[in-house]
Antibody, heavy 123, light 107 residues
Framework: QVQLQESGPGLVKPSQTLSLTCTVS??????????WSWIRQHPGKGLEWIGF???????YYNPSLKSRVSISVDTSKNQFSLNLISVTAADTAVYYC???????????????WGRGTLVTVSS | DIQMTQSPSSLSASVGDRVTITCQAS??????LNWYQQKPGKAPKLLIY???NLETGVPSRFSGSASGTHFFFTISSLQPEDIATYYC?????????FGGGTKVEIK
């Protein structure tokens, strides 16, 4: 049974870099059929897709965040990571990692989610 | 970006009622439309994919349908455990985008 778990600091100062890691357990991240995604939810608001990565390193990012975001994969640790630079209070959100089985459709269906982690941007 | 307009934003219904939520895409999305359920404090859960396919393990009282750029999510008989916010989401093109959500409450 594949499970996802986000980890990282819960508090980040403005202008600094938000860094989160998603650990995949119960299965291998080295799967041709999956993308691995980051999605966030501002407090009390809707969902915003950030981007996804294939274990091969192929990435797709939301254009609204593309200049500040990078997603990477560490196959040796069965993890993928999110870096968001130059954060502001507007980046305060619950960040989720998710599994996407639709590589054949260029991605975008999230069939398994982590529990999410709240990141607050504040000095 | 493709805009997903979801309605209503909230609804209140009685146990056993039939509940329908609508989602309209700003352009053709080839039925690449998914529905998620999010309970308070929890991550979203995939219920329906490709407009009308029930995800494995999801109760059959949940269903989805499509008509052009209009998509419909139905709970045939509302149960107390269905209290949640429901989101539609298109995956026809990047960036994938979500509707604004529908909060379902028990009357």
């Amino acid at each position: 049974q594949v499970q996802l778990q986000e980890s990282g600091p819960g508090l980040v100062k403005p202008s600094q870099t938000l860094s989160l890691t998603c650990t995949v357990s119960g299965g291998s991240i080295n799967n041709d059929n999956y993308y691995w995604s980051w999605i966030r939810q501002h407090p009390g608001k809707g969902l915003e897709w950030i981007g996804f990565i294939h274990y091969s390193g192929t990435t797709y990012y939301n254009p609204s965040l593309k200049s500040r975001v990078s997603i990477s994969v560490d196959t040796s640790k069965n993890q993928f990571s999110l870096n968001l630079i130059s954060v502001t209070a507007a980046d305060t959100a619950v960040y989720y990692c998710a599994k996407d089985p639709t590589v054949h459709q260029l991605g975008g269906r999230f069939d398994l989610w982590g529990r999410g982690t709240l990141v607050t941007v504040s000095s | 970006d493709i805009q997903m307009t979801q309605s209503p934003s909230s609804l209140s219904a009685s146990v056993g009622d039939r509940v329908t939520i609508t989602c309209q895409a700003s352009q053709d999305i080839n039925n690449y439309l998914n529905w998620y359920q999010q309970k308070p404090g929890k991550a979203p859960k995939l219920l329906i994919y490709d407009a009308s396919n029930l995800e494995t393990g999801v109760p059959s009282r949940f269903s989805g349908s499509a008509s052009g750029t209009h998509f419909f999510f139905t709970i045939s008989s509302l149960q107390p455990e269905d209290i949640a916010t429901y989101y539609c989401q298109q995956q026809d093109s990047v960036p994938v985008t979500f509707g604004g959500g529908t909060k379902v409450e028990i009357k």
